[in-house]
């Protein structure tokens, strides 16, 4: 596999496995860093694979072709986290930098192993199990009460591979769903369990740390979710007590730490109401709810609203390179997710994203040169204000930019 041309000075070159909209918005800071990018992409017209020059083809599961690329590259890190174990161990067995490193990365590949070892960590988490049969399943709802939510462990994201199990009567249904996704057999492979969190909002706490171990934090954020897929980010999280804000900021820190994560890491959060006392201390407090290694949606909003945005960051964070300032840029910044429309006429993008920025020249298109598909994410906007009363007024704008792209508003 014929590797990157490299740039004059000594400069590194950054490797990517995946060639997704993550990997595509990491090439922008790479530029102004003066680092380059390849990645392993899954086609010629990946989202990356359009903006990035080196974008050799190939599967990420498949053991050679990722050997083959790591070999041009200085260091590795990841666009998604579906690489399988085999090919991570081959990887180190060659000596390959990566980042995270697959022991890090189980956490955030296996639910199961992440539930684990946070509950050992002390930290807050939902009441769960892990069951194998329908009994447990069954077991595990009279104990903690009905409904309960169960994940595969493996391979779930923007509400896939999650169920909720309304009652022990519609325990039958999880076998179905789970041969129905692909899995061996009737709970063979084991889910995960959790309680249904009554929670009262969702955050989302965005770290980084180096291989040195220099970390920095982003401000909480909330996250707004419809239909288990993210359409909003508020940033930071509006009135989100200090005290509150500084322990997950705090946790968040803490698990990249025991758990050697090198890159971003985004911790959601369920912020849960919580007596005095409780972790919250404040009558308010949380539970962790996912992992994800590698830039995060809930980070989107940094690409403009803050002095050192998320993939700037991630690259910074795998090459060792001193970590920049994270602090907001202003008061306020929206992200909302552009999604896919479903009516004929939705897949041409453009003449709504001129329409877009002529009408609302403050607010920033990001496109991810993906197809359209009904509900599918294939861009966002950001909204930044200075005005300390102006959160209304961003999410206004900010919505309404994503509509019209979506093809849901036409003014």
Same mark, same amino acid.
């Given at each position: 596999?014929?590797?990157?041309?490299?740039?004059?000075?000594?400069?590194?070159?950054?490797?990517?496995?995946?060639?997704?909209?993550?990997?595509?918005?990491?090439?922008?800071?790479?530029?102004?860093?003066?680092?380059?990018?390849?990645?392993?992409?899954?086609?010629?017209?990946?989202?990356?694979? &359009?903006?990035? !020059?080196?974008?050799?083809?190939?599967?990420?599961? =498949?053991?050679? %072709? *990722? @050997? /083959? #690329?790591?070999?041009?590259?200085?260091?590795?890190?990841?666009?998604?986290?579906?690489?399988?174990?085999?090919?991570?161990?081959?990887?180190?067995?060659?000596?390959?930098?990566?980042?995270?490193?697959?022991?890090?990365?189980?956490?955030?590949?296996?639910?199961?192993?992440?539930?684990?070892?946070?509950?050992? &960590?002390?930290? !807050?988490?939902?009441?769960?199990?892990?069951?194998? =049969?329908?009994? %447990? *399943? @069954? /077991? #595990?709802?009279?104990?903690?009460?009905?409904?309960?939510?169960?994940?595969?462990?493996?391979?779930?994201?923007?509400?896939?591979?999650?169920?909720?199990?309304?009652?022990?009567?519609?325990?039958?249904?999880?076998?179905?769903?789970?041969?129905?996704?692909?899995?061996?057999?009737?709970?063979?492979?084991?889910? &995960?369990?959790?309680?249904?969190?009554?929670?009262?909002?969702?955050?989302?706490?965005?770290?980084? @740390?180096?291989?040195?171990?220099?970390?920095?934090?982003?401000?909480?954020?909330?996250?707004?979710?419809?239909?288990?897929?993210?359409?909003?980010?508020?940033?930071?999280?509006?009135?989100?007590?200090?005290?509150?804000?500084?322990?997950?900021?705090?946790?968040?820190?803490?698990?990249?730490?025991?758990?050697?994560?090198?890159?971003?890491?985004?911790?959601?959060?369920?912020?849960?109401?919580?007596?005095?006392?409780?972790?919250?201390?404040?009558?308010?407090?949380?539970?962790?709810?996912?992992?994800?290694?590698?830039?995060?949606?809930?980070?989107?909003?940094?690409?403009?609203?803050?002095?050192?945005?998320?993939?700037?960051?991630?690259?910074?964070?795998?090459?060792?390179?001193?970590?920049?300032?994270?602090?907001?840029?202003?008061?306020?910044?929206?992200?909302?997710?552009?999604?896919?429309?479903?009516?004929?006429?939705?897949?041409?993008?453009?003449?709504?994203?001129?329409?877009?920025?002529?009408?609302?020249?403050?607010?920033?298109?990001?496109?991810?040169?993906?197809?359209?598909?009904?509900?599918?994410?294939?861009?966002?906007?950001?909204?930044?204000?200075?005005?300390?009363?102006?959160?209304?007024?961003?999410?206004?704008?900010?919505?309404?930019?994503?509509?019209?792209?979506?093809?849901?508003?036409?003014?």
């Amino acid at each position: 596999m014929a590797g990157p041309q490299r740039a004059p000075g000594g400069f590194p070159v950054v490797g990517v496995i995946g060639g997704g909209q993550l990997a595509r918005m990491m090439q922008g800071p790479a530029v102004e860093l003066g680092v380059q990018l390849s990645v392993l992409a899954e086609a010629p017209d990946a989202a990356a694979a &359009l903006v990035i !020059p080196s974008a050799p083809v190939g599967d990420h599961r =498949d053991v050679e %072709a *990722v @050997r /083959a #690329f790591a070999r041009t590259c200085d260091v590795v890190t990841f666009d998604h986290e579906h690489v399988p174990p085999d090919v991570l161990d081959a990887l180190v067995a060659d000596g390959v930098a990566l980042h995270p490193s697959p022991q890090a990365l189980r956490f955030a590949q296996d639910k199961l192993a992440m539930r684990e070892r946070l509950t050992t &960590l002390g930290l !807050p988490c939902p009441r769960w199990a892990a069951a194998h =049969d329908a009994d %447990a *399943v @069954r /077991a #595990f709802g009279d104990e903690v009460g009905w409904p309960v939510v169960a994940k595969t462990p493996r391979g779930g994201y923007d509400g896939k591979g999650v169920r909720v199990v309304d009652g022990p009567d519609r325990v039958d249904e999880l076998s179905d769903w789970l041969q129905e996704a692909g899995r061996p057999g009737p709970l063979e492979g084991g889910v &995960l369990l959790e309680e249904k969190v009554a929670f009262t909002r969702e955050l989302a706490v965005l770290v980084a @740390r180096s291989p040195s171990g220099q970390a920095a934090a982003w401000p909480v954020v909330e996250t707004v979710q419809v239909d288990g897929i993210c359409t909003e980010v508020l940033a930071p999280a509006p009135g989100l007590d200090g005290d509150l804000a500084a322990r997950a900021t705090e946790t968040g820190l803490r698990i990249a730490g025991e758990l050697g994560v090198t890159g971003v890491l985004a911790v959601e959060l369920f912020e849960v109401p919580g007596a005095p006392g409780e972790q919250g201390g404040d009558g308010a407090s949380y539970v962790v709810n996912e992992l994800a290694m590698r830039p995060h949606n809930s980070g989107h909003w940094s690409m403009d609203g803050a002095v050192t945005g998320q993939f700037e960051q991630h690259v910074r964070a795998v090459l060792d390179l001193p970590l920049g300032d994270p602090s907001a840029r202003s008061a306020w910044t929206v992200m909302a997710n552009v999604l896919g429309g479903d009516q004929p006429g939705d897949e041409e993008l453009y003449p709504a994203y001129r329409h877009v920025m002529a009408r609302d020249p403050g607010v920033k298109v990001h496109l991810y040169g993906k197809g359209v598909r009904p509900g599918r994410k294939i861009g966002h906007v950001n909204v930044s204000t200075a005005d300390a009363d102006g959160l209304a007024a961003a999410r206004e704008r900010a919505t309404h930019a994503a509509h019209y792209l979506r093809g849901t508003v036409r003014e």
